[in-house]
């Protein structure tokens, strides 16, 4: 069911573009010190094409339920350069056994790193480094997949991202230990605005698991605006974890664009909890056969949060097959949108599709916005969305307290049962023992159902 | 000792009155049947003691070891001893069966004023229970009801109510479309539990499951209220007779009752 909502003025940003030009022109030397001819001409272009973009307003259908004029009001300063971090700051988000990286309001934070076991040949450097190190492999894949043309922000991160990741692993190697990616960001007395650019590219027969965690160290509003570009080769598999877990007073516009070689399994589990005005673009093009996008989320938010999962898989080939379900509990006045479109293109025969928006709004003043979409070009596909928006079960809930439950803690394990398939479908122990840790501490007598599930 | 009495309860659903002066007593010790034709009260009757909202008692009281039981929430009811064994228990995926059952026993010790059971204690705990109703290890560590049949569900009722060890349980047809064995196996599980301490009110639909568990005392609900009360053998007079009887004497009470209460 998707709940539609009464026409209302769009609201149009102020047209307050300048501040990136200003930081682009800022910037300038140090993004001219870097990068490829290409690179040049692409940033130049991506900034103009912002400046005649401006912010997006809800007037546009891909941004009707979210209103970014927040963003372009506040008043906001391109990051020119990285404050430290400490380990302590950031050791709740430390995982044993991995591969770590930090950034720091979009640049690399080099004393933090820690590289595992890497094997032969695999990468996994700042993006300003790899420019350096593998400038050929950067420059054949770097902005060559998330398009700026109609999306302002991609734009954004395109002209101004100043430095970011690079994971590289090579023909037939499996990296075993998870890539730990910590985006840190660290607000400043005046409003930052940072655009990490994050790029990994797996060659034929290749397997890595990635984290990518956004969290906060301090306290204040700031712009995030990240764009990861993923290229998974030939019979690749790809397992992505992305934790938004920063502070309520962070904006984050965020865009994954993935490009599917044959026979590639690609996972991406995308759980969001913190931030003001929170955009996930998560889209895949799988254009070889017998590609598998596995594409799940969960988003919990309160008070005057949004998120907005926005979701497009693109069936170019026969015989894929992607899967995708998004879960959102809603709380307060907070406000979750998701749109998800499944594209069949005419070859894409024997195309599997399914794609599932379920959303439990726990209260009165959340509200939800579904819109499942397909656009089916070929004759020969299974196909299936569906999107539900509901409330707890008194029944159930009635059935709890039956036992000995009380009201609270009984509301508290239908809401984390709720998320239970969401939690189940995170195979990694570290990031589903962060997950349930959020739950437990999120949820009214969170000490009951940590005791009972 | 009286463990729980009901008087005059009426007792209805959204302006539709379903219960219409019922009276009941139960001691302790004793296990009384309740049998009665679909859509005559039997389930809210149930769903009323266990304390469910939805349903409205617009007269009569309920006293349960002296206390008024319609003044509390249905958690302490449970915490207090009462557990209604569900016509339909509810799914709930995520949820452990045992963690579940853990907490909620938890629940119940704390408001008794006991100590928290250690996870060591109530796996022996649980395992000797399990093995009175013949579950599975597996139903054990799956989520609660999820993906079970009917069977299943019915005997993890019955597993329920032998680790939250009521005082007064309620079990409301949970015979119904169970097998021979599964039957056998419910039946094993409150004889059981039959003490000097402990009430049963078991209501049925089929005399069938009294082959198992002879009751102290038989009620015929019919309309809202207890039309006949007996011993055993009211069960198989039933079976042999029906209710057409007490049917038509309910009507004829009902329409003699109107004109009064206006």
Redesign the interface.
């Known amino acids: 069911m998707a709940l539609a909502t009464p026409k209302k003025a769009a609201t149009t940003p102020a047209a307050n573009t300048d501040a990136y030009t200003r930081g682009f022109a800022r910037l300038a030397g140090e993004l001219a010190s870097g990068g490829s001819p290409r690179l040049q001409a692409l940033r130049q272009a991506a900034i103009e094409r912002f400046a005649e973009l401006g912010f997006p307003t809800t007037r546009q259908e891909a941004w009707r339920f979210t209103n970014v004029a927040p963003i372009a009001r506040t008043p906001l300063t391109v990051a020119t350069d990285a404050p430290s971090v400490t380990a302590a700051d950031i050791e709740r988000y430390h995982y044993a056994d991995c591969t770590q990286m930090v950034l720091v309001n979009g640049r690399l934070a080099p004393e933090h790193t820690r590289l595992l076991g890497l094997p032969e040949g695999v990468v996994v450097s700042s993006l300003a480094e790899a420019w350096q190190s593998h400038p050929q492999l950067v420059e054949e894949h770097l902005c060559r997949y998330a398009k700026f043309d109609d999306h302002a922000f991609v734009a954004l991160n395109t002209a101004l991202h100043a430095d970011g990741v690079f994971i590289y692993v090579p023909k037939g190697v499996v990296v075993e230990t998870p890539i730990n990616l910590i985006l840190v960001g660290a607000p400043q007395d005046e409003p930052l605005a940072f655009f990490p650019r994050l790029l990994f590219v797996t060659e034929e027969s290749s397997q890595v698991t990635i984290f990518e965690q956004h969290v906060t160290v301090g306290e204040g509003t700031y712009f995030t605006c990240p764009v990861l570009e993923i290229v998974a080769g030939a019979n690749t598999t790809i397992d992505h974890y992305k934790l938004q877990r920063e502070t309520l007073a962070a904006f984050h516009m965020s865009t994954l664009q993935v490009k599917q070689h044959r026979d590639s399994n690609f996972s991406s589990h995308c759980l969001s909890w913190g931030g003001l005005i929170v955009r996930n673009d998560v889209n895949t093009t799988l254009d070889g056969e017998n590609c598998t996008a596995i594409l799940n989320g969960l988003y919990m938010v309160e008070g005057k949060q949004l998120v907005d999962n926005h979701m497009r898989v693109e069936h170019n080939m026969p015989n894929c097959y992607s899967h995708e379900l998004y879960k959102g509990i809603l709380e307060g006045k907070s406000r979750g949108v998701f749109t998800g479109l499944i594209y069949v293109k005419k070859d894409a025969q024997k195309t599997d599709a399914v794609q599932a928006n379920r959303n439990l709004l726990l209260s009165n003043e959340a509200l939800c916005n579904s819109q499942p979409q397909l656009e089916i070009l070929a004759d020969d596909v299974r196909c299936t969305h569906g999107s539900t928006v509901g409330q707890l079960?008194?029944?159930?809930i009635?059935?709890?307290?039956?036992?000995?439950?009380?009201?609270e803690?009984?509301r508290s394990?239908?809401t984390?049962?709720?998320?239970?398939?969401i939690?189940?479908r995170v195979k990694l122990p570290q990031v589903r023992r962060d997950l349930e840790e959020f739950l437990f501490r999120r949820l009214p007598k969170g000490e009951?159902v940590r005791?009972?599930? | 000792m009286c463990l729980l009495k009901i008087e005059n309860l009426h007792a209805g659903v959204e302006g539709t009155e379903i219960l219409t002066g019922l009276d009941l007593t139960v001691k302790v010790g004793e296990v009384h049947a309740i049998m009665g034709p679909n859509g005559s009260g039997k389930s809210t009757l149930a769903q009323v003691l266990?304390?469910?909202?939805?349903y409205e008692v617009t007269a009569g009281s309920i006293t349960y070891r002296g206390e008024d039981l319609l003044e509390l929430?249905?958690?302490i009811?449970?915490?207090e001893g009462i557990?209604?064994a569900?016509q339909y228990?509810?799914e709930?995926?995520?949820?452990?069966n045992v963690?579940?059952?853990?907490?909620?026993?938890?629940?119940?010790r704390k408001?008794r004023g006991q100590e928290e059971i250690d996870a060591m204690d109530f796996l022996a705990y649980v395992k000797s229970k399990m093995e009175i109703v013949k579950m599975e290890e597996e139903l054990l560590h799956r989520?609660v009801n999820e993906g079970f049949s009917g069977g299943e569900k019915k005997r993890n009722e019955i597993f329920?109510m032998e680790v939250?060890d009521p005082t007064l349980a309620v079990l409301d047809e949970t015979d119904s479309g169970l097998d021979i064995d599964a039957l056998k196996i419910v039946a094993e599980g409150v004889n059981s539990m039959r003490s000097p301490e402990r009430g049963f009110i078991i209501i049925t639909h089929y005399q069938r499951l009294l082959n198992f568990i002879v009751p102290d005392v038989v009620h015929v609900m019919v309309g809202g209220r207890i039309v006949e009360t007996g011993g055993k053998e009211l069960a198989l007079e039933l079976e042999a007779k029906g209710y057409g009887g007490h049917t038509r004497a309910a009507e004829a009470a009902a329409e003699a009752a109107m004109p009064a209460s206006g």
């Open positions: 079960d008194k029944l159930a009635f059935y709890l307290r039956s036992r000995g439950i009380g009201e803690a009984a394990l239908l984390y049962a709720f998320a239970a398939d939690v189940t009951i005791q009972a599930v | 266990a304390g469910r909202a939805d929430a249905p958690e009811r449970a915490r557990f209604l569900f228990p509810v709930i995926p995520g949820v452990s963690y579940f059952l853990k907490a909620a026993l938890n629940a119940i408001h989520p329920h939250l």
